[in-house]
């Protein structure tokens, strides 16, 4: 403010003391967003210099010109500096008699500025100015920025009406308008409430004073509510919109973690018996390629086995042709006995020497049977060992399933801490809730006791006035004895003084009126305002009520789904204990093992196809809701024509009944 302050002195060659005092009280004061320059004159030059420091960012969000009595130049000069500022939110030119270049000036703001809120033009002459007033409405047509307009008492007439009517058809940004305590007339309020039918978000319109008929002031005041119902529905259903896409996005985030999760633990199980199998296989395989040694070294056992006692039957046939020839040569050749006598010792010996070699096969054969019983023993033992480590499987089975408690105890753990902020949350934002109740409820009450005591001093000021004026009445009537000539004189000047006091005690009125309206629409707005924090109250109550439902429901899913997985679990351990014991028993339980695996993949299969159709489902609920949603959003377009059907026969049937009324009959025979 400082700064503002010394570029206007700087700007200024001789620059408004007051001005200069009232930047300096508001850069002392803690509140700088305002620049309060009410009932001051202004000179052109001081307008010129506020025109070329007002563009931009100033440090201005309000500006109140009003009853400073402005030219025409120096409003111009004024206006254009705001043309291109983009803080400035309240702009209050009240009592300043603006005229054509004023509306012109006026009407160029409305179509270059884009932050002005609210525009205050109370007790100007717009309306005696056409082509002024006509430039002014096309801006405010242009405009989609303002959101309150005060024209009262502007000596609007009915071509001025139809002129801003023309301009609320353009417009789509107008909430309040204000036209008291002007002359609009009948036409001018029949034209107001025609462009009502297309102009969608104007929720006030004040046309009191206006000598408008009731029945149109009626009309134009359920064009309103219903205008006000239209923008409640509109945003309830945008809040349940967002609300409800709210909600789908998080179904679908939890929707997908649960499956991600789900496919994850799958996949971990697939590994988990993949590997298994692996290693079963690898166990099995080993165990194959040691019973086929085993069989092996027993086959060529039995094949040396079957060599030796081959040539032990031929060396006994043998010993048997000896004994035969022997017997013979006895028969046959006697003489010869003593001569093959030594042969015969010598066949003995050789006999023995074979019987001798024989024996010792017997005992090398014998040797490698218990090498080979040794081996077998070794390969118990090595079984033994394989089933240790098939225990040792066991009990990392076991071990698994315990993680798997526990890491259900975690989650469950986890839930039961996010219940806890969850309500915790909750209970805050109760508390909350219930603190900004209780002070709205502080400040309402507060400033309906201020706005009493105000009222009340009010009325004692216009009592004072009032015996103010009793006594001068009695001294007029006490002055009214003497002297005629003195007393003509007296009564021209009493004249005058009471003419000046009436005029200064109605505009006190007025004003006490004026801030006695404005009291009752603060406490209006105050007890909106509370309606409105209860229904938000409510809104939150609901929506956390709903929350906890859902909570729940997750809290029931979690459990099932924990029960089918320890079921799971349990099928799964009971099968691959199934399976070990067939591997312990033969070959053949692999085929089974394999078919239960192919049997566990097809419940993986089924349990993701179930999940998919569980996904498809909560997608058509989805749509389904969307759907309803579509519908209600058409019966609402529905009621709306038919709420302009309704208002467009009752303005046809007013228009019917005032042409057939008499007055009509009265005024088309003059």
């Known amino acids: 403010m400082e700064e503002f302050r010394r570029a206007y002195a700087r700007l200024c060659a001789a620059p408004q003391e007051p001005v200069l005092r009232r930047l300096r009280e508001r850069g002392a004061s803690p509140g700088r967003g305002r620049l309060d320059l009410a009932a001051q004159s202004l000179s052109l030059e001081t307008c010129g210099a506020l025109g070329r420091l007002l563009p931009g960012a100033a440090p201005f969000a309000e500006v109140a010109l009003g009853d400073c009595g402005l030219s025409e130049e120096g409003v111009a000069l004024l206006l254009q500096g705001l043309c291109s500022n983009t803080t400035v939110k309240l702009l209050d030119l009240k009592g300043n008699n603006l005229r054509t270049m004023g509306a012109e000036a006026l009407g160029k703001l409305l179509r270059q500025n884009k932050s002005i809120r609210s525009l205050i033009l109370e007790w100007?002459?717009?309306?005696?100015?056409?082509?002024?007033?006509?430039?002014?409405?096309?801006?405010?047509?242009?405009?989609?920025?303002?959101?309150?307009?005060?024209?009262?008492?502007?000596?609007?007439?009915?071509?001025?009406?139809?002129?801003?009517?023309?301009?609320?058809?353009?417009?789509?940004?107008?909430?309040?308008?204000?036209?008291?305590w002007n002359n609009i007339g009948l036409l001018g309020g029949r034209a107001l409430l025609n462009c009502l039918h297309s102009n969608k978000t104007l929720k006030r319109l004040e046309l009191a004073g206006n000598n408008v008929p009731s029945d149109i002031l009626k009309a134009v005041e359920q064009a309103m509510n219903h205008n006000q119902d239209r923008q409640t529905i509109l945003s309830e259903s945008q809040n349940r919109a967002d609300i409800l896409s709210k909600e789908v996005l998080s179904l679908k985030d939890e929707?997908?973690?649960?499956?991600?999760?789900?496919?994850?633990?799958?996949?971990?199980?697939?590994?988990?018996?993949?590997?298994?199998?692996?290693?079963?296989?690898?166990?099995?395989?080993?165990?194959?390629?040691?019973?086929?040694?085993?069989?092996?070294?027993?086959?060529?056992?039995?094949?040396?086995?079957?060599?030796?006692?081959?040539?032990?039957?031929?060396?006994e046939q043998k010993v048997y042709n000896l004994g035969e020839l022997l017997n013979a040569m006895r028969q046959e050749q006697t003489?010869?006995?003593?001569?093959?006598?030594?042969?015969?010792?010598?066949?003995?010996?050789?006999?023995?020497?074979?019987?001798?070699?024989?024996?010792?096969?017997?005992?090398?054969?014998?040797?490698?049977?218990?090498?080979?019983?040794?081996?077998?023993?070794?390969?118990?033992?090595?079984?033994?060992?394989?089933?240790?480590?098939?225990?040792?499987?066991?009990?990392?089975?076991?071990?698994?399933?315990?993680?798997?408690?526990?890491?259900?105890?975690?989650?469950e753990e986890r839930l039961e801490t996010e219940k806890r902020r969850f309500k915790q949350s909750l209970e805050d934002m109760e508390s909350l809730r219930v603190k900004e109740v209780n002070h709205l409820t502080q400040h309402m009450e507060a400033s309906e006791h201020s706005m009493q005591e105000r009222i009340q001093k009010l009325e004692a000021i216009r009592i004072a006035l009032e015996e103010e004026l009793s006594q001068t009445k009695a001294a007029a009537l006490t002055e009214r004895g003497q002297a005629e000539e003195e007393l003509i004189k007296v009564r021209n000047s009493a004249r005058l003084e009471e003419q000046q006091r009436l005029e200064h005690l109605e505009e006190k009125l007025r004003l006490m009126t004026k801030s006695r309206d404005e009291a009752q629409n603060c406490c209006l707005k105050q007890k909106q305002m509370?309606?409105?924090?209860?229904?938000?109250?409510?809104?939150?109550?609901?929506?956390?009520?709903?929350?906890?439902?859902?909570?729940?429901?997750?809290?029931?899913?979690?459990?099932?789904?924990?029960?089918?997985?320890?079921?799971?679990?349990?099928?799964?351990?009971?099968?691959?204990?199934?399976?070990?014991?067939?591997?312990?028993?033969?070959?053949?339980?692999?085929?089974?093992?394999?078919?239960?695996?192919?049997?566990?993949?097809?419940?993986?299969?089924?349990?993701?196809?179930?999940?998919?159709?569980?996904?498809?489902?909560?997608?058509?609920?989805?749509?389904?809701?969307?759907?309803k949603l579509r519908m209600k959003e058409a019966d609402i377009s529905r009621m709306r024509e038919e709420e302009a059907q309704r208002a467009s026969f009752l303005q046809n049937a007013i228009m019917a009944y005032v042409q057939r009324s008499p007055l009509a009959t009265h005024s088309s025979r003059k």
Do not use: P
Not at 534 to 548: C, E, F, M, T, V
């Open 124 to 180: 100007n002459s717009l309306g005696m100015w056409e082509e002024g007033f006509s430039s002014f409405c096309q801006g405010l047509g242009a405009n989609n920025f303002l959101q309150r307009l005060d024209l009262r008492n502007n000596q609007i007439n009915h071509q001025g009406a139809g002129e801003l009517a023309m301009a609320l058809k353009q417009n789509a940004s107008l909430q309040e308008l204000d036209l008291r």
């Open 255 to 315: 929707k997908t973690k649960q499956f991600l999760d789900l496919m994850d633990t799958i996949d971990k199980q697939r590994e988990e018996i993949a590997r298994s199998d692996r290693m079963s296989a690898a166990r099995v395989s080993q165990l194959q390629e040691a019973l086929d040694e085993q069989h092996s070294l027993i086959n060529s056992l039995k094949a040396r086995l079957q060599m030796t006692e081959a040539a032990l039957a031929l060396s």
């Open 335 to 411: 003489s010869m006995a003593e001569c093959h006598f030594k042969e015969l010792q010598q066949q003995k010996q050789e006999g023995a020497d074979q019987e001798a070699k024989l024996f010792r096969d017997l005992s090398v054969a014998e040797e490698k049977n218990l090498l080979l019983r040794n081996q077998v023993d070794e390969l118990e033992k090595k079984c033994k060992i394989q089933q240790d480590q098939l225990f040792q499987v066991k009990q990392d089975l076991t071990n698994t399933t315990a993680e798997l408690k526990l890491r259900a105890m975690q989650a």
């Open 530 to 627: 509370v309606a409105e924090a209860q229904a938000k109250a409510n809104q939150l109550s609901l929506h956390a009520d709903g929350l906890r439902r859902r909570l729940e429901e997750l809290q029931q899913d979690l459990n099932s789904k924990e029960e089918e997985k320890v079921t799971e679990v349990n099928r799964v351990k009971v099968e691959l204990q199934e399976q070990i014991g067939h591997l312990q028993a033969e070959r053949t339980a692999q085929n089974g093992l394999r078919e239960k695996i192919a049997a566990l993949e097809r419940q993986l299969k089924a349990i993701s196809s179930s999940h998919r159709e569980a996904m498809l489902d909560k997608e058509g609920e989805i749509s389904v809701l969307l759907e």
